[in-house]
Every structure is written in structure tokens, then in C-alpha cells.
């Protein structure tokens, strides 16, 4: 299996996706809230880039069967249902509704899919659900870091790493890792005792805890604790294995 690791959106425009597995993470927050939101029972998550085509979205759908939801600068967009806190996507919020979600870095990265085999979204809370489905699959893997700003950030490098320690543990992968991968392995391997720690000192994270989130940085931080494996299917993450019609 061939791993390659973007650290950001804008080095992963050129990567060829023809047959491979793309996995796209953004622990703080968007790949979190997608898995918040697909086990309280949303029926799917729409990503999508901007604020006029998720409103756009939201009125094909129909609004009392879609939730519009998203954040600039970490904060709910303005007349938007839903920021993209977490702890917002319970079950009375999003039980049975297409959730459409616009967020800063995470969700325009899946426009850009279109020709992967398989689109997964990934953050800790769901990490083994997505390491199990990458070994299942056995696809050459891309690995999307969405970043902030355009920049690196520590949270999905880490998020990366640990990833690829855990395919690197039931495949031949040393010799076929891009220098980001290498990277985030090395990264994850020196900091996996203390990943909340870790996360919470990163840039978002402070910041996040700055403008009242401190409860989802530490919520985004913990492994396993939502088991859900979000997969694209026709331009709506689903639970794997589910495809409820619009
Ligand atoms: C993003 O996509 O930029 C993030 O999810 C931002 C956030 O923390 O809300």
C-alpha cells in the first residue's frame, strides 16, 4: 500500500486519486461534527465549500428536512441553524434530517474527490473504523490534512500519523511513504501519550479555547469515542454501508 500525506489542501490540488482510498481529516472541527452528527441519527451530511451553495442546498432539499449548518472564524454563520460545535449535533438537532455543513478549511476539500475511489472522513473519535476500512480495502491511500487557513496544522498531522502507525502494523508501508507521512508518523509516534496535550496547544485549539470551545477540543481529542465511519456517497457522507435517499 502506497501512502501519501498532504499537510494542507493546497499541496493535495495536483494529487492523482485515479483507484485510491482518500481519507480527509479535520479533527478540530469538521470531521468530528460529521461523526456527531451521523450518530445522532442525521441521515447524511452534505459538505459543501461556500455559505451561498450550502443555502442553495439546503432550499433544493427542503428545510424541514435539512439542517444548515456551519462556522467562519470557529463561530456559527449567521441565520445558519447550527454552528460547528459537536455538542450541537444531537439527536433532537439532526435525528433523521440531511445535515448541509459549510466550514472554513474541512468541508471543501471533498469537492475536490470526485475521482477517488472512496472518500472517508476521519478525526480521532473515529480512527479505528477508518484504519480498519483502509486495511479492508487495501487501495492506495491519500491523506488529506484540511489545515487551517491554508496552513499546516499539528491536530490532523497527529490524527494523520496515527493512522498510518495503524495500517503500518498489517502492511509493508515503510518504503512507501511520501516525507509528510513519514513526518506524521513521527509525529504521532513522539506525542501519542499525550494527545490532548498536544491538541490543546496547538493554534486551533488555543484559539478554539479562547472563544468558549475548550469542550470539543478535548472531545475531538478522544480515540474511538464515536464509532462511526462516514464514507461519500453521490455528495453525502453516510454511515458505511447505509444509503438512505434524499
Ligand atoms: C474548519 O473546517 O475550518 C474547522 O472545522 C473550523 C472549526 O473549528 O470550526
Redesign the pocket.
Known sequence: MKIELFLTPLAFGKADLEGKSVVII?V???STTICAALTSGARGVIPTPGQSEAVEMWNRIGNDMAVLAG?RS?RKIENFMLG?SPAEFTEEAVGGKQVVLT?????AIFSQTSSAETVIACGLVNMSRVTAKCAELGHDLVIVC?G?EGGFSIEDTLCGGMLISGLASQFKISESLNDAASLAQLLYRSNKTALRQTIEQGE?GRY?ASIGFSHDVAGASEVDSLPVLPMMKDGRLVPDGQFAPV
Open positions: 479535520d478540530l472541527r469538521s462556522e470557529g460547528n466550514t472554513t478549511n474541512g468541508t484540511a487551517t486551533h478554539l
